[in-house]
Every structure is written in C-alpha cells, then in structure tokens.
C-alpha cells in the first residue's frame, strides 16, 4: 500500500514540475495555428489577401500580429478605392481545439444597402439610379462613384451631378445619395414671317424636349411654312424621337424625318455605345436616305454652282475593348455603304471646277485605337459655370477599309484614317488641346484626295480675372480635282466676313479671345469677351503671308444652369480690317463657344 501511495505521489509530483518549469512546450502545441478561412471577399483573391498577412497556416497564433494583419488588409482595399471595406468582427471566429487554432475572418468590402435621389423634380429616381455603375447590392468603389458623377453630368437633362457615400451606423451597409438638379429641357422657337427677298416669307416653329415626361428620351418637331409670289406655299414637316436605354438596357435608338424643299430625308439608327471605361464593348448599325443642296464657290466667296445631292448610306460597327479605365485598346469591324447621285439644278456651262461624281461604294475596314486618360474636374473651360469633367491624356487612332468590285463598288480603292488628340494641363490652370486628322483615299496606281486636319489650342484660365484662348486651325487638301473645297467666312472662325466669304484648297485659322464673367448667379451667367481672327485661304502652294483676312470685334457671352445644356449663347460684332471690307461690320448670334 505504502508503495502505490508513492509511486502515485512522484507522477504528480512530476506533472506539476513539468507543467511549472516547461509552459511554452504545452500551449505552443495548443496556439498552432491550423487553417485560416476567408469569407466575403469578391473582387480580392484570398490568394492576394494571404500574401499581405504575416499570420499563417502552423505558425504560432499571435492576436497582435493579426490586429497588424488586418490593418494591412483594410489599407490594401482603400488603395483600390474600396473606401468602406472593413473586417467584419462580430463573424470573426477564433475557436481552439487540442490539435491547435482554426481561424475564420469574414470581410466586409462595402456593400450597398440603399440609393436615394435627391433635387429631381421632373427625372423620375429610375432614370437615374440606371445609370449609376453600382446598385443596391453592389460593392462600392471609388472609381464608380466618380465615373457615375460623369455619366450624369453629361445627361442634357441634368444640370449638377453629385453622389455622397455614408455607411450606416445600425445595419453596417453603405448609404448612397445622388444630389441632382433638374433643368429646363422644353426648348421652343419661333421665327415669324420676315421678308427674305422681295417676295418670300417664311415662318418657322420648333419644339424639342431632351427629357420627355421625365423618362431620358428625346422628342423634336418642327414645321417650316414657306409662301412664295405666284407658287403654293408649302408646308415642311420635321419629327425625331431617340430612345437611349431601351427596356432599361443599354441598347438605344433613334430617327428622324425632315421634309424639305427638294425631298424627303430620314435616319435610324441602332446602338449600343461605350457607356463606361469599364463597357468590354459596344456595337451599331444605321441606315439613312438624305437629299441636300450642294454649293460651289469662287475663290470670293461667290456662289457659282448648285447640285442637288440623293444620299443613300448603310453602316454598321462592332468595337471591342481591351484594358483597364486608365488604358485601353479598341478594335473595331465596321462596313459601310454609300450610294451618292449629284443632280445639277440648272442647267448651263459650269461656271466652277465642281466634278462631283456619282459612286457606288461598298467598303469593309478595320480599326484600331488606343487611349490614355485620367479626369479632372474644372469650371470655365469650354462652358459658363457648370461643372466639366476634362479627360487628361492621348489618344491614337487608324481606321483602314477596302472597297471593291467584288462586293458591289463602282471601283476598287482604299480609304486610310489616322487620328490623334492630346489634353494635357499645368496646375488646372492651363490647358493644352492638340487635334490631328488625316484621310486619304488610294489604289494600287495613284493617290486619290486627301485633307490634313490639326487644331492646337492653349486655355489659361483665372489670369487677372480672365480667361484667355489661343487657337491656331489649319485644312489642307490635297489632289481634290474638284472633289472637295475648303471653305472660310464666318461659319469657320473669320468673325467679321459673312457666312461664306472665301474658298480655296488650304487654309490657316488663328483666333485669340479674352472671356470674363461679370455677372453669376442660380439661373443666370453674363459674360463678354474681346476677340480678334486672322485667317488664310489658297490654293496650291501660292501663299501670301502679307496678305491675312483679319478682323476684330467684342461680343456678349449668356448661359444659364437651368437650361437643359448649359449652352453658351453669344452675340458678336465683328470689323472686317481689310481695305475692301473695314466699314461693314458683322453682327452673328451663335450657340457655343467660338472654339
């Protein structure tokens, strides 16, 4: 008995001094960690979320060094601009068993629990909740906020544009409010009867609505009643309606019909555009059927022909999108077909080098473009007052396609397109706007016609109180053969010559302005600004740099937040300072800037 009694009191004895000298040996076995269990995490691989964790599989299980894990995890989502990602710790499940730790972390990335619209008084909350790149349910992110705040500022049924994210103190979910201001899209006018010549009156009435009964669509009418001495009078007729979410998709549609003097015109078209940086694609298909008048000119600006031209067109395009918001590739498969008939109106010896031919031209063509850009935000840039969203960057564009016999054109030849365009800016301050294009149709034995287009323009803003733009244009065609003019008068930056005023090959536009704002409030912008033009027009290569078409003038700058646009209206007075021209000013109204 004796013996059992001792033998029992040094087991005990011996546990006890174990467990008293060698502690660590025991728990370290039970703090091993086993597994580690991710949850909730949807746009974060668990493989990217291990990687920034020191805490691993069998390793001791330390609570600090998690905390610090976590803190990492958190940073990592708000770098990415998952601003309200968060680990979730009433599901954050520790459990200890006698083979060592399992742990289980739940992580909140920032879902959408609710979206409410605010200042729409006409819109209704639908048609603009749609057009937000997250909804209820979403996982919010910075980039989709700002990129839906875009989408929005450039609704022309919007004025303003703001989105604001909270995370809700009870549920834990993000709280999404889109302020908006709705603005006057009913858009009438009325032009009474006037005498153009000595016997024709015309009255013009239009009515366009950009937000029809509040639900995004589009509707236009417009009726022209001409009265002529010794002819009926005639009553024209205009109607268009475009419909850009189609049940909600992403799908739109849109057509017109316009009567006209010598015929009828339509248009319908298909689409479904690059909505987002983020659209993987997009795709469209129009068809349309069009008579004009086409003008000839003299080198005076003297009409000296007319045709008659019947247009036919079918086209379709199918672009697919590679990369990211920041950088993408496009390419693109397009066709299209066109069938031009030119009717002269009198007839007569031609009094011009006009050679407007009839063609039939059935061409398919690929395209490939590549883009660079960031947004920033600014004010009195292109527009009085609203907000602008200035896409910063490059891009690059070539569009090549082949007509041919074998498929219905009247010849077989190609047609080449490049493009480029650059935005760049010093302090938000001053901005730089280059613009180039260049189009050539060619075959296997010559070059046909060609036109060299580019455009730089530097915009410093808040200089004295001012904002001062500098432009310099050019057109240049060549091989045209009477296939093509350039034109410049009034409608293409010579502000003190009439509409038309000049016609040539080549030319060379510069226009500086001086624009302040004098006058800003809720519903109404006053500005005015100081401009002079100088321009070139030739032929060829025999330009004469003494020999510029200038003018000078002043003008006032209207705009209001509440019209649906924002436009710019403005009203020149313009001095030709030529000898032949300097006592007939020139007084234009336009809508938009200038340049």
Same mark, same amino acid.
């Given at each position: 008995m004796k013996y059992k009694v001792s033998r029992y009191i040094l087991i005990c004895s011996f546990l006890v001094l174990t467990n008293f000298h060698f502690p660590p040996l025991l728990h370290a076995e039970l703090k091993l960690i086993r597994n580690i269990v991710l949850t909730g995490n949807r746009f974060i691989s668990d493989q990217q979320i291990r990687?920034?964790?020191?805490?691993?599989?069998?390793q001791t299980y330390n609570p600090d060094l998690l905390e610090k894990d976590f803190q990492r995890i958190i940073t990592f989502y708000q770098d990415n601009g998952y601003r309200f990602a968060r680990i979730d710790r009433n599901t954050l499940f520790t459990k200890q068993f006698s083979e060592g730790v399992y742990l289980r972390i739940h992580i909140d990335e920032g879902k959408i629990g609710g979206i409410i619209v605010t200042g729409n008084r006409r819109t209704q909350k639908n048609v603009i909740v749609r057009e937000?790149?997250?909804?209820?349910?979403?996982?919010?992110?910075?980039? *989709?906020?700002? /990129?839906? /705040?875009?989408?929005?500022?450039?609704?022309?049924? @919007?004025?303003?544009?703001?989105?604001?994210?909270?995370? =809700? &103190?009870?549920? %834990?979910?993000?709280r999404i409010e889109v302020a908006v201001t709705d603005v006057w899209t009913i858009m009438p006018t009325l032009d009474l009867p006037t005498p153009?010549?000595?016997?024709? $009156?015309? @009255? +013009?009435?239009?009515?366009?609505?950009?937000?029809?009964?509040?639900?995004?669509?589009?509707?236009?009418?417009?009726?022209?009643?001409?009265?002529?001495?010794?002819?009926?009078?005639?009553? +024209?007729?205009? $109607?268009?309606?475009?419909v850009p979410r189609i049940f909600d998709s992403h799908w739109g549609i849109y057509g017109v019909y316009t009567q006209k003097r010598v015929g009828d015109s339509w248009q319908a078209r298909l689409y479904r555009p690059l909505?987002?940086?983020?659209?993987?694609?997009?795709?469209?298909?129009?068809? &349309? /059927?069009?008579?004009? @008048?086409?003008?000839?000119?003299? %080198?005076?600006?003297?009409?000296?022909?007319?045709?008659?031209r019947h247009l036919y067109i079918r086209s379709g395009q199918i672009i697919r999108v590679f990369g990211n918001r920041y950088r993408r590739t496009l390419v693109g498969l397009w066709t299209k077909s066109s069938r031009s008939i030119y009717f002269k109106t009198k007839e007569g010896i031609s009094l011009s080098k006009a050679n407007l031919t009839n063609r039939i031209t059935n061409r398919i063509g690929i395209s490939l473009e590549k883009v660079q850009r960031t947004y920033i935000r600014t004010r009195f840039l292109n527009q009085m007052g609203r907000v602008e969203d200035v896409g910063l960057g490059h891009y690059y564009g070539a569009s090549i396609g082949q007509a041919s016999r074998w498929y219905g054109s009247d010849q077989t030849d190609s047609e080449l397109t490049l493009s480029f365009a650059s935005m760049q800016t010093h302090r938000k301050q001053i901005f730089l706007n280059t613009?180039?294009?260049?189009?050539?149709?060619? *075959?296997?034995?010559?070059?046909?016609?060609?036109?060299?287009?580019?455009?730089? %323009?530097?915009?410093a803003k808040d200089l004295y109180y001012q904002t001062l733009a500098l432009q310099l244009k050019t057109?240049?065609?060549?091989?045209?053969?009477?296939?093509?003019?350039?034109?410049?008068?009034?409608?293409?930056?010579?502000?003190?010559?009439?509409?038309?005023?000049?016609?040539?090959?080549?030319?060379?536009?510069?226009?500086?302005?001086?624009?302040?704002? $004098?006058?800003?409030?809720?519903?109404?912008?006053?500005?005015?600004?100081? $401009?002079? =033009?100088?321009?070139?027009?030739?032929?060829?290569? *025999?330009? =004469?740099?003494?020999?510029?078409?200038?003018?000078?003038?002043?003008?006032?700058?209207?705009?209001?937040?509440?019209?649906?646009?924002?436009?710019?209206?403005?009203?020149? @007075?313009?001095?030709?300072?030529?000898?032949?021209?300097?006592?007939?000013?020139?007084i234009s109204y336009a809508v938009g800037q200038a340049f």
């Open positions: 990687d920034l964790m020191v805490t691993n599989v069998n937000l790149l997250f909804q209820v349910g979403s996982i919010y992110k910075t980039e *989709d906020e700002f /990129e839906s /705040e875009r989408i929005l500022r450039r609704k022309p049924y @919007l004025g303003s544009a703001e989105i604001f994210a909270t995370r =809700d &103190s009870q549920s %834990k979910l993000v153009i010549t000595g016997d024709r $009156f015309d @009255l +013009l009435i239009t009515l366009s609505d950009s937000n029809l009964l509040g639900l995004g669509n589009s509707a236009g009418f417009r009726f022209h009643q001409i009265h002529e001495s010794e002819e009926r009078t005639r009553n +024209l007729w205009s $109607f268009s309606h475009g909505y987002s940086l983020q659209t993987k694609w997009s795709g469209e298909s129009s068809f &349309s /059927e069009s008579i004009d @008048l086409i003008h000839w000119y003299d %080198k005076n600006g003297k009409k000296t022909d007319t045709f008659e613009l180039m294009g260049f189009v050539t149709n060619f *075959d296997k034995k010559q070059i046909y016609s060609s036109i060299l287009t580019a455009l730089i %323009k530097v915009t057109a240049m065609g060549f091989n045209l053969d009477g296939k093509g003019q350039i034109l410049l008068g009034n409608l293409h930056g010579l502000r003190g010559y009439r509409q038309i005023h000049f016609s040539g090959e080549k030319k060379i536009v510069i226009n500086a302005e001086s624009r302040t704002v $004098f006058w800003e409030n809720t519903y109404i912008i006053l500005g005015s600004a100081a $401009f002079i =033009d100088i321009g070139y027009i030739w032929k060829d290569i *025999d330009i =004469d740099i003494w020999d510029p078409k200038r003018s000078i003038g002043f003008g006032l700058r209207f705009s209001s937040p509440k019209l649906s646009g924002f436009q710019v209206y403005r009203l020149d @007075l313009a001095f030709p300072l030529d000898r032949e021209n300097r006592s007939k000013p020139v």
